[in-house]
């Protein structure tokens, strides 16, 4: 499970990811990006695409 790690100074929290989460994350990734003939196309869709990573509790 990725967790949250919280800035001290208040800024960008840093999300530590494990192994399976990164294996997701680039299945979910070769499975989408296949389907478009350009990177420009890709990335379009992909910026508009909610992609979410479980917080460990």
């Known amino acids: 499970m990725a967790r949250i790690i919280e800035s001290v100074d208040g800024g960008r929290r840093i999300i ?6 990164i294996i997701s994350v680039v299945l979910d990734y070769q499975r989408i990006v296949p389907r478009f003939s350009s990177i420009e196309d890709a990335r379009d869709y992909l910026s508009d695409t909610a992609i979410f990573i479980p917080e460990e509790i």
């Open 16 to 21: 530590k990811m494990s192994t399976e989460d």
